[in-house]
């Protein structure tokens, strides 16, 4: 049977991210992000809300964006796995559970001073590769600036013939046109 393993949140930062390096060189940041749920006490009708705070580890690129763009209060989406893990303090044995980050995804305004990497709704990060994360897309690397019109003096030529994809196939025969009106 197959498992699955994976956490969405949006929230708040707590603080901005702490970046430190292996001694490798990969990145590491470690942020704090904030999730409050919001409800109606029935008996009271009093508004009520609770906040949970989830602490992010991010690896190597993911990690380096983190650590260049995120800064306290602003609201991003997260993306990752739980990953639990166990240490000794003062004798006792304590646990704690992080949110290993995979992809990240810059929230809230443009007045907000949050980094619009990919446009309007903010630049998304993926990172997938290794049994850490690794791999870094940028969502800028394949934009191509939108068509001006044409950049020749003399635009006002006919219009080439356009190409005819059935033309070449001397087996492909067009089906008839059957006149139905959708």
């Not at 991210?17 to 109606?40: H, L």
């Not at 009271?44 to 992010?56: C, F, N, Q």
């Not at 897309?137 to 600036?145: C, D, G, L, S, W």
Request: glycine letters at 12%; proline letters at 8%; one cysteine or more.
């Amino acid at each position: 049977m197959a498992s699955l393993n994976k956490v969405m949140l949006i929230g708040n930062l707590g603080r901005d991210p702490e970046v430190s390096y292996t001694p490798s060189g990969m990145a590491i940041a470690k942020f704090s992000i904030a999730t409050t749920d919001f409800w109606t006490d029935k008996a009271t009708g009093e508004r009520k809300d609770k906040t949970e705070w989830h602490r992010i580890v991010a690896f190597a690129k993911l990690a380096e964006t983190c650590g260049r763009y995120l800064t306290k209060g602003k609201q991003i989406y997260v993306e990752g796995r739980l990953q639990t893990s166990s240490y000794e303090k003062d004798g006792i044995t304590r646990y704690s559970t992080d949110i290993i980050a995979n992809t990240m995804q810059f929230l809230g305004a443009k007045g907000e001073g949050s980094y619009q990497g990919a446009g309007a709704g903010g630049g998304a990060y993926p990172q997938n590769n290794g049994p850490q994360g690794g791999g870094f897309q940028n969502p800028k690397a394949n934009f191509q600036q939108p068509s001006r019109g044409p950049q020749n003096p003399n635009h006002n030529q006919q219009p080439q013939p356009e190409f005819d994809p059935y033309g070449a196939d001397q087996a492909f025969h067009q089906p008839p046109d059957d006149d139905i009106p959708f």
